[in-house]
């Protein structure tokens, strides 16, 4: 009899378990039980939720939009700053626009993460919401010890 009550109450931890593995964990991308999916795996994983993925969609496009301005504008700001240290006379066009697009794209690949951190979070709380809704209890009671689910 404590061998079935021992499997019984293992079932249920494993079920337990088995709803919590579906969240996602936004950090410097997106991750479910500790390694880092890919964008098209989380497309996968958000597919049952159409308005986390249209967010994590509208993010995932800003990020890189953001990048394809960041980065060139980082190159022509760092070059323009490269050559003036070096005791050449630099291009104040080329300065000025590589600093604001520097500061734009930035603005706008954070952004982007920002709208992927709230498709992640938008995912996780739809997805505790849709388990089911059932509660275990174990503990004392006047007759010894007692094991309760309620549905």
Do not use: H, W
Not at 3 to 20: N, R, T
Not at 43 to 54: H, Q
Not at 87 to 103: F, H, R, S, W, Y
């Amino acid at each position: 009899m404590k061998k079935k009550i021992y499997f019984f109450i293992v079932g249920i931890m494993l079920c337990v378990s088995v709803f919590a593995q579906s969240e996602l964990i936004y950090n410097n991308g997106v991750f479910q039980n500790g390694t880092k999916l890919k964008a098209e795996q989380v497309k996968g994983a958000m597919s049952d939720n159409s308005e986390a993925l249209a967010l994590y969609n509208s993010g995932r496009s800003l990020f890189v939009v953001g990048q394809v301005i960041a980065y060139p504008s980082a190159f022509l700001l760092g070059f323009d700053l490269g050559t003036r240290l070096g005791g050449d006379e630099g291009n104040g066009t080329v300065l000025a626009v590589g600093a604001v697009g520097t500061v734009v794209g930035l603005i706008i690949g954070l952004s982007g993460e920002k709208k992927i951190k709230n498709s992640v979070l938008l995912y996780n709380s739809k997805a505790s919401n849709s388990a089911v809704p059932y509660q275990i209890n174990f503990g004392f009671t006047q007759t010894g010890v007692g094991l309760g689910m309620r549905f």
